[in-house]
């Protein structure tokens, strides 16, 4: 029997009993569409996350300047090499230790013991470029400027939940607050952080004036680049803020959006894989069930074939290739249907489809494979029979 006519034959045996062979492709045309779908899916909504990953985390850089007990590792003026890098789109430093970080601030001079006048809050300096830098914006009056900074004047910006704690709701009276004996004119009220939402209850001053607060050195610096270029000025940014000790500050540098991606197609993955595996088993039984049943209703036909020379690999190689065709019908439909499926469900979120061509072709091999296997057994049960037994 050659090929030609070992597969006009499956053909006929698969098509002389076309509803069950239909019913029987079913098991698999599941199989076959949950795993498409579940890697497709995956895919998809793994490149969706790169797409819409926040774009604040993704340009966000912080780097924490460790004290020293010399000189500053970075100085105020460092700042203006790091917003020539190519790729900076904002950066502010900012100063804070210990000792300012519960101060007693109030917002009147009269102490009166019967109720809370003061609030303890931090008191902070930073640079002109903070309100940027934080991705935050002025709710009420504006930031300091490079007057106030020269001028040493005694001028303080709230974070709005400082100003809420503190009672100042308006500036057009140029409200103060007091930190110790001396009085600080409030110009402006920081909110809507983005980044560093501590600044929220924080007090901020000129760096000019926070040496009175012992913020003389600088302890962070925020930086915002533009997408792609966070991991180019992490490296650069050490150098560009203390040339000589660049190994001694630490970088915060956002993650990888492949790396988010790839862990979201993994979640998804192991969520839904196991489902088409189960979908592919139940497949594969009942490719099995259906052919075991056609070589038990066929027995007289095997005999006869037997009967007029046919060898026992002609008849196993009749009945394997007719279930690795149900198979791959099946594994056919079932890649047809899920990539509709995953161009369907991403229309209807508004995703980009990724589809995978090895995919696509892998799946109708997966399923004729699984018809291969399931059809094993009842091949060589009907290779087994003798010719006279299946006649008689």
């Not at 002389?16 to 895919?43: D, E, K, Q, W, Y």
């Not at 303080?156 to 500036?171: K, N, P």
């Not at 594969?284 to 075991?292: C, D, E, F, P, R």
Request: aromatic share 2%; charged share 15%.
């Amino acid at each position: 029997m050659n090929i030609r006519d070992l597969g006009a034959e499956a053909m006929a045996g698969m098509l002389a009993r076309p509803v069950r062979s239909a019913l029987t492709t079913l098991g698999t045309v599941l199989g076959i569409t949950t795993l498409v779908v579940t890697l497709g899916v995956a895919a998809t909504a793994g490149n969706q996350i790169v797409g819409r990953f926040d774009e604040l985390v993704a340009t966000a850089i912080t780097v924490e300047v460790p004290e020293s007990g010399t000189a500053p590792l970075v100085t105020w003026d460092a700042l203006d090499r790091v917003t020539r890098l190519r790729g900076v789109v904002s950066a502010a430093a900012v100063a804070e230790s210990k000792d300012s970080s519960n101060l007693a601030v109030r917002a009147n001079a009269i102490v009166d013991p019967t109720r809370v006048t003061q609030q303890t809050l931090t008191v902070m300096s930073a640079t002109l470029g903070l309100p940027e830098a934080a991705r935050g914006r002025m709710v009420q009056g504006r930031f300091f400027d490079l007057g106030h900074v020269r001028r040493q004047d005694r001028v303080a910006v709230l974070g709005d939940q400082a100003a809420r704690m503190l009672g100042i709701t308006r500036l057009d009276q140029a409200p103060a607050i007091f930190i110790g004996k001396h009085a600080y004119t409030v110009i402006g009220i920081l909110g809507d952080l983005r980044r560093e939402r501590n600044l929220s209850t924080a007090v901020l001053v000129p760096p000019t004036i926070g040496r009175q607060f012992g913020l003389r050195n600088v302890t962070r610096v925020l930086i915002n680049t533009s997408l792609g270029a966070a991991g180019l000025i992490a490296r650069q940014a050490p150098t560009a803020l203390s040339p000589g000790n660049a190994d001694l500050l630490q970088v915060v540098a956002p993650p990888s959006p492949t790396k988010a991606r790839d862990k979201a197609q993994d979640d998804v993955n192991a969520l839904f894989l196991i489902l088409g595996l189960v979908s592919l088993v139940v497949g594969a039984v009942g490719i099995a069930n259906v052919t075991l049943v056609t070589v038990m209703e066929r027995v007289p036909e095997i005999g006869l074939r037997r009967a007029l020379g046919a060898a026992r690999r002609h008849i196993a190689a009749q009945f394997l290739l007719e279930s690795t065709l149900i198979g791959l019908t099946g594994g056919v439909i079932g890649a047809s249907l899920g990539v509709v499926a995953i161009v369907a469900i991403s229309a209807a979120k508004q995703w980009t489809p990724l589809l995978d061509v090895r995919l696509a072709v892998a799946a109708p091999v997966a399923g004729a494979v699984v018809g291969l296997l399931a059809g094993l057994y009842p091949a060589l049960r009907a290779a087994r029979m003798e010719p006279v037994e299946a006649l008689r």
